[in-house]
């Protein structure tokens, strides 16, 4: 097969006990040095929820299952590199988790209780307000 589509990614949101939010600062462009959840590409032969824990744990050092689909987000705008489909999922917080640290594409990860303050990057505010619309 050998058809030409868009590009597959997949974006974790996770929460502490405290309701915090689980942010990575980009480390490359596009929006570098700005918060996004963490996430990246699905690689060839991979699972999207694969993808996804392996991101997690590349990211921010957090090793994770994801516990639910939030959504798929297609809009060919919502990413400047091109036409880039997100598959979001929602993590739970394993309770022995460590303290998050920056790895792979990420300069940063850590919680933080201000995120609905926060620029994020990409479509990510979309990704969290449905998150927070789906029930657990």
């Keep these: 097969m050998s058809r030409q589509g868009p590009?597959?990614?997949v974006d974790c949101v996770v929460f502490d006990a405290e309701e915090r939010l689980l942010l990575?600062?980009?480390g490359k462009p596009p929006f570098e040095g700005m918060h996004a959840l963490p996430g990246g590409f699905v690689d060839l032969g991979e699972r999207?929820?694969?993808?996804?824990?392996r991101e997690l744990a590349e990211?921010?050092?957090?090793?994770?299952?994801?516990?639910r689909l939030i959504g798929v987000y297609?809009?060919?705008?919502?990413?400047?590199?091109?036409?880039v489909v997100s598959?979001?999922?929602?993590?739970r917080l394993p309770p022995d988790a460590p303290a998050p640290?920056?790895?792979?594409?990420?300069?940063?990860?850590a919680f933080h209780a201000d995120w609905r303050e926060l620029d994020l990057a990409f479509d990510h505010a979309q990704i969290l307000d449905d998150a927070?619309?789906?029930p657990s």
Excluded: N
């Excluded at 990211?59 to 516990?67: C, D, F, H, V």
């Design 101 to 109: 640290r920056g790895g792979g594409d990420a300069a940063a990860a």
């Design 87 to 91: 598959v979001a999922f929602l993590f």
């Design 59 to 67: 990211e921010t050092g957090i090793e994770a299952r994801p516990e």
């Design 7 to 9: 590009a597959l990614t």
């Design 74 to 83: 297609s809009d060919p705008a919502r990413d400047p590199r091109g036409h």
């Design 132 to 134: 927070l619309k789906t």
């Design 24 to 26: 990575i600062r980009r």
């Design 48 to 53: 999207a929820e694969e993808a996804a824990a």
